[in-house]
Nanobody, 122 residues
Framework: QVQLVESGGGLVQAGGSLRLSCAASRIIFNNYAMGWFRQAPGKEREFVARITWSGGNTLYADSVKGRFTISSDNAKNTMYLQMNSLKSEDTAVYYC???????????????WGQGTQVTVSS
């Protein structure tokens, strides 16, 4: 069964940090690229970062480059998103996704978690 479960969201002040986690079923983690997307109220879901299943290649949206770090722990079947220097514009629901191509295109990701809310207060 394909499952992605996010955790770690919450309320944080601007300039603070949060770490999101995405627990994946084994079959996903070993065969797919994994990514984070986010959706703010009234906006489309947008790419944040992705990592290849081997963990060797990462890609970030320009808006988070230098502040966010994506990583994975294959032994735990878990992906992470460390978010530092958070800004009010980072407020969104963050989704974990698994896809068959390691891109930033939402359409290449076929499996999605339920999302976790991140709210950054200014």
């Amino acid at each position: 069964q394909v499952q992605l479960v996010e955790s770690g969201g919450g309320l944080v002040q601007a300039g603070g940090s949060l770490r999101l986690s995405c627990a994946a079923s084994r079959i996903i983690f070993n065969n797919y690229a994994m990514g984070w997307f986010r959706q703010a109220p009234g906006k489309e879901r947008e790419f944040v970062a992705r990592i290849t299943w081997s963990g060797g290649n990462t890609l970030y949206a320009d808006s988070v480059k230098g502040r966010f770090t994506i990583s994975s722990d294959n032994a735990k079947n878990t992906m992470y998103l460390q978010m530092n220097s958070l800004k009010s514009e980072d407020t969104a629901v963050y989704y974990c996704a698994a896809g068959w191509k390691a891109t930033s295109e939402r359409s290449h990701y076929g499996y999605w978690g339920q999302g976790t809310q991140v709210t950054v207060s200014s």
